[in-house]
């Protein structure tokens, strides 16, 4: 195999990777809001008055360990509206997981 042949490989294995973790680490992500907004339904915060502390909302930067993908989690689903945040830092659900599959059509 020539050596330009090598480098073309070598480069589309290496967006291949670079592809394949951005997609892993948008799994994760998926499913760690999943988790939040069963934790969210299972606390019963469905309103601010209700609202309830979320300890792994923050990230902890000299945590060890396995990457904790909740934090991210937080805040795509508060940028997102389907959940809230009050002035005091607790968060509560705005649109139920099973609103938005009905609407979405799964």
Same mark, same amino acid.
């Given at each position: 195999?020539?050596?330009? %042949? ?7 294995l290496?967006?291949?990777? *670079? ?36 300890? *792994? ?16 989690? $937080? ?10 945040? %009050?002035?005091?830092?607790?968060? *509560?659900?705005?649109k ?5 599959? %009905?609407?979405?059509? $799964?």
């Amino acid at each position: 195999m020539s050596e330009t %042949t090598q480098i073309i490989v070598g480069i589309v294995l290496l967006i291949g990777v *670079y592809i394949l973790t951005q997609m892993v680490a948008g799994w994760r992500i998926r499913r760690a809001a999943r988790a939040v907004m069963q934790d969210l339904e299972n606390k019963k915060a469905l309103d601010p008055n209700s609202a309830v502390e979320l300890p *792994y909302a923050k990230s902890n930067f000299f945590k060890i360990g396995l990457r904790d993908f909740r934090p991210k989690a $937080v805040e795509a689903l508060r940028q997102g509206g389907m959940i809230g945040q %009050t002035v005091a830092g607790r968060f *509560y659900v705005i649109k139920r997981m099973q609103e938005q599959n %009905t609407n979405s059509g $799964v």
